[in-house]
């Protein structure tokens, strides 16, 4: 199976990233963000491939006719959340208004210690986890995360928090999941996206918006096999500095019997898609995934 | 070319294969995995949720708790032979 986001080229240059950053951090994110509108134009214009993604999913939720200010609209609310990005690596939260729903379920386990596995997706900004005051409870807490997707963005950024890098958990090791089980046993908390496989990873095929796409399995089945809760989480861009952060109990466990394994990994990935659709629906330019999702239904 | 792969694991391979078999539910015979072939990517093709099931098992039934940190771990997953010469040297029961 071809991997298309992996394979499409990281878009943007070392000194625009420096140049963004040093606007945003002096003369501030009022300034940064003017110079986001010529940049999503640029994208809207010239950005075909990613585009093309785009359109698609937004054809197939919002069912009529894509405009280009929708791709704008898009392409906006992922440089918005690109730049802020910058704003939480330097610590600086005062910036954002945070609307925090249905937290206490995770903060009860986090109070108890108990290890859980935080399910986010491309829709959305994670790193804004970092602003909800869940990182400084002293948990540990680690992201598994592709290393080689966009690794200059990631340099430039890790340099304004190098302990950043200490929090990730490069996936595609043999020894990735077994990182995981140690945070998870210590009572911390590992956060996982569930929607791109990951290579070599077996893949789920499930129905997204009525077209059959591929989800990973490793977030049910590490979920399964260490009986840990699941909580979903979605960090929603909501325009300005506004953030609507969404945490839902998924499962208290995960119950795959091993006798019936793909049977049970089915039931429980279309589980996540569903709830993955519903806030897709609640803010569908939080999209991040610009590539053909679908694979073109291969 | 067949009966020199049979004969070719060790003892404790054969039982070492056989536990992987059945925890993966592998779709092939436990005494065809060659001992000096890859067991992650290539080869065998294991992922890093079957080393985790791996580490679990190993850990329940030889006492060898494998850790993510341990700097051997490229060694110690490079084959089903070196597999089995780490779990020899460090378990328990």
């Known amino acids: 199976m071809s991997k298309r986001w992996l394979a499409q080229r990281e878009r943007g240059h070392r000194w625009a990233y420096e140049c963004m950053l040093w606007v945003a951090l002096r003369l501030g994110r009022k300034a940064a963000r003017a110079l986001l509108y010529p940049i999503c134009i640029y994208y809207v214009l010239f950005s075909w491939t990613a585009s093309r993604g785009i359109k698609t999913f937004l054809g197939r939720v919002l069912q009529r006719p894509v405009t280009l200010t929708d791709l704008f609209c898009q392409y906006h609310a992922f440089a918005s959340t690109l730049l802020d990005r910058a704003f939480l690596l330097a610590g600086r939260y005062h910036e954002f208004d945070l609307t925090i729903r249905d937290a206490k379920p995770l903060l009860d386990r986090v109070d108890r210690q108990q290890g859980c596995l935080l399910l986010g997706s491309h829709l959305g900004s994670f790193e804004i986890l970092r602003a909800t005051g869940l990182i400084s409870r002293a948990i540990p807490i680690k992201l598994l995360m592709h290393q080689e997707n966009a690794p200059i963005l990631n340099e430039v950024l890790g340099n304004l928090d190098p302990t950043m890098l200490d929090s990730i958990i490069p996936v595609g090791e043999p020894e990735t999941m077994l990182r995981a089980k140690e945070c998870l046993d210590e009572g911390g908390l590992v956060g996982m996206l569930g929607d791109r496989p990951l290579k070599h990873e077996k893949a789920v095929p499930c129905q997204f918006f009525g077209h059959t796409a591929q989800f990973p399995s490793g977030p049910m089945l590490l979920a399964s096999i260490l009986k840990v809760p699941v909580v979903l989480f979605f960090c929603l861009y909501r325009g300005g500095g506004r953030y609507d952060i969404h945490f839902e109990l998924f499962a208290e466990t995960v119950n795959i019997p091993r006798e019936n394994r793909a049977q049970g990994l089915q039931e429980w990935t279309e589980r996540y898609v569903h709830r993955l659709e519903a806030y897709c629906k609640l803010a569908p330019s939080n999209w991040f995934n610009f590539y053909d999702f679908w694979e073109s239904d291969k | ?93």
């Open chain 2, 1 to 93: 070319m067949e009966e020199w792969s049979l004969s070719n694991q060790a003892p404790f391979e054969t039982e070492i294969a056989q536990l992987l078999v059945t925890t993966l539910n592998l779709k092939v015979e436990p005494a065809k995995i060659p001992p000096l072939d890859p067991l992650f990517g290539e080869g065998l093709g294991l992922d890093s949720i079957d080393a985790l099931e791996i580490a679990l098992v190993i850990h329940q039934n030889y006492g060898y708790k494998l850790r993510s940190d341990d700097p051997d771990n490229t060694t110690i997953f490079s084959s089903l032979r070196s597999l089995c010469e780490a779990i020899q040297k460090n378990r328990t029961k």
